[in-house]
């Protein structure tokens, strides 16, 4: 089993999890999220990382495709998460964007019962976002994402 926490959790169904914990088993399977509420302790293999755990982007395109667009996973960002509406809570405006490319991308595909959030028993693929603005609750200019699991 694998533990790792971050600054935020995003399980896109639910609310973010600050300082939350995400537990898989060896195939990367979510085996449960853990909210310490604002106590996060060290546990035996928990690993921490400084910024944003999302769902895997489901982007329907292929890898080949993403590479011969000159597009990482990062150049996602930009497209995707664009300033927020100053009337609009930021934290609510990233939860809505992140939905669209995670959980709505993997129900218009049927897939919504294995990918698109962070819940027990799904496989969806962990990304970390970072480094990222939590006062204006999106990446920087600088954000890379990285696949954990």
């Known amino acids: 089993m694998r533990r790792f926490a971050a600054n935020y959790v995003c399980p896109v169904s639910a609310p973010p999890v600050r300082n939350g914990i995400v537990l898989t088993d060896d195939e990367g399977r979510i085996m449960g999220i853990i909210d310490p509420g604002n106590h996060l302790r060290e546990m035996a293999g928990?690993?921490?990382?400084?910024?944003?755990?999302?769902?895997?982007?489901?982007?329907?395109?292929?890898?080949?495709?993403?590479?011969?667009?000159?597009?990482?996973?990062?150049?996602?960002?930009?497209?995707?998460?664009?300033?927020?509406?100053?009337?609009?809570?930021?934290?609510?405006?990233?939860?809505?964007?992140l939905k669209k490319i995670t959980l709505e991308a993997a129900v218009k595909t049927g897939m919504q019962d294995i990918m698109g959030s962070l819940e027990t028993g799904k496989k969806p693929g962990v990304l970390l976002i970072s480094p990222f603005d939590f006062e204006r609750w999106m990446p920087t200019p600088r954000s890379t994402v990285t696949q954990i699991v």
């Open 46 to 97: 928990l690993v921490f990382y400084n910024g944003v755990l999302i769902p895997s982007f489901f982007i329907q395109s292929t890898p080949e495709e993403m590479k011969g667009s000159g597009k990482d996973m990062s150049a996602w960002l930009t497209e995707l998460f664009t300033p927020e509406d100053p009337g609009k809570n930021p934290r609510d405006t990233f939860n809505e964007q």
